[in-house]
């Protein structure tokens, strides 16, 4: 498991991306990484401009077992994402789409303040 901390700024989505691509090296994962790093971007955008409120941030938090590799975003806003409805046009809400259509598995669980919001890769 590797885990990171970042603050409430648009500008880590590329971090995340990056600390995501250096640990799927580490681990030798060579399959799916281009779905892999989509979806982290996607997960953490959704949290800064959903679930993090002003002066808080998020963790990235990834982990590798049994072939997977699993994905998850802890923020401490309040409620659950949601998917918008499909409008193929649309500049914006399409992130959980992608997230469902590129992931094996996905879901959401509580967690005291807030959420996770994770996805699962067979890799």
Known sequence: MRDRFYPRSLQTVRSAREFTDVTLDAWGVTS????????????????LLHGVP?????RLRLL????????????????RP??????????HGRGLFL???LADRWGVGARTP???V???FDA
Not at 82 to 91: I, P
């Open 82 to 91: 949601r998917r918008s409805g499909r409008n193929t046009s649309a500049e």
């Open 54 to 58: 002003p002066s808080r941030g998020y």
């Open 99 to 101: 997230v469902e259509a």
């Open 64 to 79: 590798r077992f049994e072939g997977v590799v699993r994905v998850e975003v802890h923020d401490s806003g309040p409620g």
């Open 32 to 47: 799916r990484r281009d779905d892999l790093l989509l979806c982290v971007s996607e997960l953490t955008t959704n949290a």
């Open 118 to 120: 994770w996805s699962e």
């Open 114 to 116: 807030g959420k996770v």
